[in-house]
């Protein structure tokens, strides 16, 4: 089943274009063959102008990933920006990604991305770098078919009857 993904990179230099942004296609390049990628949106470290950014695009979307604007800059504002339009937290994927970054390098740590959904759309943030990128896909992939197919009514329970089925 393939997902409708859009990227979000906020970061005034690529929006402004004179910084090139890695975070984002590094996302389209691991993600290629799960997600359909229907567009890539640059704005600004502006809370208001990611915020519109986000709340538009979940009306057409199963999936937002933003790269970058989650350290401790001031102008680090997507966190907030992203609490402030869900209407439920992924405490667990936070966790999950926090986590598996934090066993790759101990300036995870600094990392204040978080995920929650908003009606029927899942939104991710991830730091901006490249590797940083490629560890929280990670810890996404698997799960985020699962995610979108509840939020989306279509799933058909096979994943949670292979689960009952396990042993340990």
Known sequence: MEKLCIFIPPFDSCAAGTREDLGGPAVVTTSFAFLFVVSTVIVPDEMNL???????????????ITTGGTG???????????????????????????????AHTPMAALSRAVA??????????????VRAVQEYWEVIEPVLNHAVSLLTNTDDGSLHLSMASMTK
């Open 72 to 102: 401790f800059s001031k102008r680090d504002v997507t966190p907030e920006a992203t609490i402030n339009v869900v209407d439920r937290r992924c405490t667990g994927l936070e966790v999950a990604l926090h986590a598996h970054s934090l």
């Open 116 to 129: 929650g959904i908003r009606d029927r759309t899942v939104i991710v943030n991830m730091p901006g770098g």
């Open 50 to 64: 990611i915020e519109a950014a986000l709340i538009e695009r979940c009306k057409y979307s199963d999936v937002i």
